[in-house]
């Protein structure tokens, strides 16, 4: 049971920071949206760097871009 709470844990803590990086990087294309200059934080763009390189080899990668390219044609006819 200990290690099930232990592994438990190390879960909760891996989904927290990356929900914290996710929204930092949300933060900061809201600033960037409105005008508001930010700084460049390396950390957020290493892992966007990391992110989009995933991203990249995933074998949905086609699938999501062809599902995104249908959402914003339709989005600009309606």
């Given at each position: ?14 989904i ?33 760097i ?25 989005k600009?006819?309606?």
């Amino acid at each position: 049971m200990d290690v099930y709470r232990k592994e438990n844990i190390k879960h909760d803590l891996e989904i927290f920071s990356e929900l914290v990086l996710v929204s930092r990087i949300i933060y900061k294309r809201l600033k960037i949206s409105k005008g508001i200059e930010t700084k460049n934080d390396k950390s957020i763009e290493q892992a966007k760097i990391k992110i989009l390189k995933e991203i990249k080899e995933d074998k949905y990668n086609i699938l999501i871009k062809n599902f995104l390219n249908k959402y914003n044609t339709k989005k600009i006819i309606n």
